[in-house]
């Protein structure tokens, strides 16, 4: 991004929603408006990327479950070994006696990884749920 050339171009807001945007890029700490405009523009451009099924990306799947539901675990490890192509790491923590934390690294087409954390996040145990991706390359 070292030739990249900046261009300046106008914003026309509603005063409150303003006033909350500018709460939060104090409490986000950006040093100005247009770091925060930058960093919803990226955002909204890697989301964008998930649509594009055939798109490569790497990303989490992030699960908080209660590890004594049913057969849950078993079947977070069968959709585990049958993912295991698009799955770069597996992390899990004890929160507590009954809750766990499991953070899954992937890698592989959007749709497929999609489908992979659906899912996953809709199995019966699992109390919350999210999937972040970032698309790799250009």
Known sequence: ??????RRFGVSMDEELLRKFDEL??????ENRSE????LVRDA??????????AI?????LLFYRHQHGDLLEELTELQHDAHEMILATTHFHLDHDNCLEIIVVRGRAKEIRALSDRMISLKGV????FTVAPIGD
């Open 36 to 39: 925060a405009v930058r960093d």
């Open 1 to 6: 991004m070292a030739d990249s050339v900046l």
């Open 45 to 54: 451009l890697v989301r964008q990327s998930w649509e594009e099924e055939e």
């Open 57 to 61: 990306v790497a990303g989490s799947i």
């Open 25 to 30: 890029i104090k409490k986000r700490k950006y």
């Open 127 to 130: 109390d919350y749920g999210k």
